[in-house]
C-alpha cells in the first residue's frame, strides 16, 4: 500500500477539483465522481483498487450516518414518522420483493432467494447523491425531510433483508418464524444497543474532565462503537448508530460546551466530506475488478440485466410514493396525520423520483462470499456484483442529472411557510432580541440604569442590529451577557419544539451564533 501512497494522495486532490468542477456546474457531485473514478481506471498504470465490504461498513459507513443523524431534524422525523416509517421498511421489503420477482421471472438461473438477495442490495436510495442534489435546488421543507429520515433508516432495512436472503441461499430453506424473531431482535437490539451506547457516552462528555479537544476524539470514536456493539449482539449495526446518533443530536446543547460544538461542526464536516468523495470515485476505481469477475457471463448480458433491474425499481419507488398518498388519504379519517391535506402530484412525484443508488448497495454486493459453506461455488455471485454496478451508475446518471431539471419545472411550493429561509430567520432575531431586552428588564433594572455598556447592549438590540462588539464586551460585566445567550438558546428550543412549522435549520443557524457568541466572551 505503501507504494501506492502518491496515487491516493493524487486522488484525494482529484476529488476536491471534481467536486468544485461539480458546484460551478450545479450538478451532484457524486455523478462526477462516479464517472472520473471510471475513466482513471481504464488509464494504464494506475493501481487496481478493490473495494472490500469490511472497508465500507466498518470504516466508512457508521461516520457517514453518524453525522446525519446529527444533520437530521428530530422534529420533523418525528413528525413524519408514519411516511419515513413506511418507505424505510414496507416500501424496502415490496422493493426488493418486486426485484426477485422480476430477476426470478427474466434472469436465467435465479431462483427467488437470489432474487430476494439482490433485492435487498439495491434496494436502498442513496442519502448522499439526493443530498448533494438538492443542495442546488429548491424542495420544501416536507420533501426534504421525508427523504432524509427515509435515507437514515432504510439502509438498516435492505441489509436485514439481505442477510436473511443470504442465509436462505446458503441453507435452501427460509423458516418464517425464525427469519420474524430474528428481524424483531435486529431492530430492538440494534436501537436498544445504539442508545445505551449513545447513554454511557453521554454521560462520559458530562461528567469527565474532557476538553473540547477530547470531546471531539469521543465523537469520532462513537460511531464505531455503536456500530460493533450492534453487530456484535447479532443486531443491526445500522440502526444502533443511528438510534445513538439521534440520542446524542437531540441531546448535544446538555452535554458538550459551546467551543466543544463549534469545534465538533468544523471537524465532522471535513471528515464526512472527504468520506463521501472517497467512496463514490472508489465505486468507479472498482469497475474493472468487477467487469473481470463477470468471466464468461458477459458485459452485454449484465448491462440488460442491470436495465432491467433499474426499471423495475424506479417504477416501484413511483408507484410506493403514490401509494403512500393515497394511504394517506384513507388513513386520514381514522388517525390523526402530520398533514391532512393533499400532496397533489408533483411532490410524491419528486419523492419517488430521488432513487439513486450508492455505496452501500456496492458494500452489500461485495460481501456476498465466493463460496457458500459446503465448499460450492455461491451461484450469481458475479452478475450480482455486476448488475449492482449497473443499477448505481444508471440512477445517478439518469436520476442524479434529471432530478435538478424536474424539480425547477414543478416548481414546488411549502405549504408550510410562506417566508423564505432568510426572512423566518431575520423574524426569529427580532424574537430573540426582544427576549433579551425583556430579560434585561426583569432581571438587571438597576443595573441596567447604573452601566452604560448594558444601555449600549439594550440600544443595539431595539434597532435590530448585530450584537456587542469585542470592544464593547471587554467594558461589560460578562456573566450578565452569558447568562442573557443562556435565556435566547433557553428560549429558541422552546419554540423550536412548540411551533412545528419552524425550520430547524434557522433554529440551529441562531444557535450557533449563540455558541460563537459565548466563545468570544473565553477570549475576553
Known amino acids: 500500500m505503501i507504494d501506492h501512497f502518491p496515487f491516493y494522495l493524487c486522488l484525494v486532490v482529484t476529488i476536491l477539483l471534481l ?156 423458516v418464517w418464524h425464525e427469519a420474524a424473531l430474528s428481524f424483531v431482535w435486529m431492530v430492538l437490539g440494534g436501537i436498544g444497543s445504539g442508545l445505551a451506547a449513545g447513554w454511557i457516552i453521554m454521560k462520559m462528555h458530562k461528567f469527565l474532565p474532557t476538553d473540547a479537544n477530547m470531546d471531539i476524539v469521543l465523537t469520532l470514536v462513537t460511531p464505531y462503537v455503536m456500530y460493533i456493539l450492534g453487530e456484535e449482539i447479532g443486531s443491526s449495526g445500522v440502526l444502533a448508530v443511528v438510534a445513538g446518533g439521534l440520542l446524542l443530536s437531540n441531546r448535544r446543547l446538555r452535554f458538550l460546551t459551546s467551543t466543544s460544538r463549534l469545534r465538533n461542526v468544523n471537524v465532522w464536516e471535513s471528515l464526512s466530506f472527504m468520506l463521501n468523495g472517497l467512496v463514490f470515485i472508489l465505486i468507479g476505481l472498482d469497475l474493472p475488478q468487477i467487469i473481470s469477475e463477470l468471466g464468461d457471463t458477459g458485459v452485454t448480458v449484465g448491462i440488460r440485466y442491470g436495465l432491467l433491474i433499474t426499471l423495475v425499481l424506479v417504477i416501484t419507488r413511483l408507484l410506493s410514493a403514490y401509494g403512500a398518498v393515497v394511504f394517506t388519504l384513507i388513513a386520514r379519517n381514522f388517525i390523526t396525520v402530520a398533514d391532512p391535506r393533499n400532496p397533489g402530484a408533483r411532490a410524491p412525484f419528486v419523492i419517488g423520483w430521488v432513487g439513486m443508488r450508492g455505496v452501500v448497495s456496492l458494500a452489500a454486493a461485495l460481501s456476498i462470499p465466493t463460496h457458500l459453506t459446503d465448499g460450492t461455488v455461491f451461484p450469481q455471485r458475479n452478475l450480482i456484483l455486476f448488475i449492482t454496478f449497473v443499477v448505481i451508475l444508471t440512477t445517478l446518471l439518469v436520476q442524479g442529472l434529471t432530478l435538478p431539471l424536474i424539480i425547477k419545472r414543478l416548481n414546488l411550493t411549502d405549504r408550510d411557510n410562506n417566508l423564505s429561509e432568510e426572512e423566518m430567520y431575520m423574524a426569529l432575531r427580532k424574537q430573540l432580541n426582544q427576549v433579551a431586552i425583556d430579560y434585561l428588564h426583569s432581571n438587571y433594572q438597576k443595573e441596567l440604569k447604573e452601566q452604560p455598556a448594558l444601555q449600549q447592549m439594550e440600544q443595539k438590540w431595539q434597532l435590530g442590529t448585530a450584537e456587542p462588539d469585542e470592544a464593547e464586551l471587554a467594558n461589560q460585566p460578562k456573566s450578565i451577557y452569558q447568562q442573557i445567550l443562556n435565556q435566547q438558546r433557553k428560549w429558541l428550543i422552546q419554540k423550536n419544539h412548540e411551533k412545528n412549522t419552524l425550520s430547524e435549520d434557522v433554529v440551529r443557524r441562531h444557535l450557533l451564533y449563540l455558541d460563537l457568541e459565548e466563545e468570544k466572551l473565553n477570549f475576553l
Open 19 to 174: 467536486i468544485m468542477l461539480a458546484n460551478r456546474l450545479k450538478i451532484a457531485y457524486p455523478v462526477l465522481l462516479v464517472i472520473a473514478g471510471l475513466l482513471i481506471s481504464f488509464v494504464p498504470g494506475i493501481p487496481q483498487l478493490h473495494i472490500e465490504s469490511e472497508l465500507i461498513f466498518a470504516i466508512f459507513l457508521p461516520p457517514l450516518l453518524y453525522d446525519a443523524a446529527w444533520q437530521i431534524s428530530w422534529k420533523e422525523l418525528w413528525r413524519w414518522r408514519r411516511v419515513i416509517s413506511g418507505f424505510a421498511f414496507p416500501i424496502v421489503f415490496f422493493t426488493a420483493l418486486a426485484v426477485a420477482l422480476a430477476a426470478n421471472r427474466f434472469i436465467p438461473g435465479f431462483s427467488l432467494a437470489l432474487g430476494f438477495l439482490l433485492g435487498g442490495i439495491v434496494s436502498p436510495p442513496d442519502a448522499v447523491s439526493a443530498g448533494a442534489i438538492l443542495k442546488f435546488v429548491k424542495v420544501p421543507k416536507t420533501v426534504s425531510s421525508i427523504l432524509e429520515g427515509e435515507s437514515l433508516l432504510n439502509d438498516a432495512s435492505s441489509l436485514i433483508i439481505f442477510r436473511f436472503a443470504l442465509i436462505a441461499v446458503g441453507t435452501g430453506q427460509f
